[in-house]
Nanobody
């Protein structure tokens, strides 16, 4: 069983910054990639940023230049540094873990989500 614990969400004014963290624990053999997705009210969940075990990153166009994803492999933790936040960044942010076991079977796990609200 795998657990993903997210933290760092909250209320911030436009132009402000927040840092999200997601720590993975449990029966993890190999992590292939970790990432962040978000879902705003009435909208589908969308990719924000991902990072592979080798450090390759991918960002949604809407956050390029403002958000930075990083990870600490030793701690199985992924971070999302968000700067120049806009009201349209308001959403529940979910951590996503892609992993595989000794037989190379792949699994995807999700965190419980953390609310980010950008408002005056």
């Amino acid at each position: 069983q795998v657990q993903l614990v997210e933290s760092g969400g909250g209320l911030v004014q436009p132009g402000g910054s927040l840092r999200l963290s997601c720590a993975a624990s449990g029966s993890i053999f190999n992590i292939n990639a970790m990432g962040w997705y978000r879902q705003a009210p009435g909208k589908q969940r969308e990719l924000v940023a991902t990072i592979t075990s080798g450090g390759s990153t991918n960002y949604a166009d809407s956050v390029k230049g403002r958000f930075t994803i990083s990870r600490d492999n030793a701690k199985n933790t992924v971070y999302l540094q968000m700067t120049s936040l806009k009201p349209e960044d308001t959403a529940v942010y979910y951590c996503r873990l892609e992993r595989s076991d000794r037989l190379f079977r792949r699994y995807v796990d999700w965190g419980q989500g953390t609310q980010v609200t950008v408002s005056i």
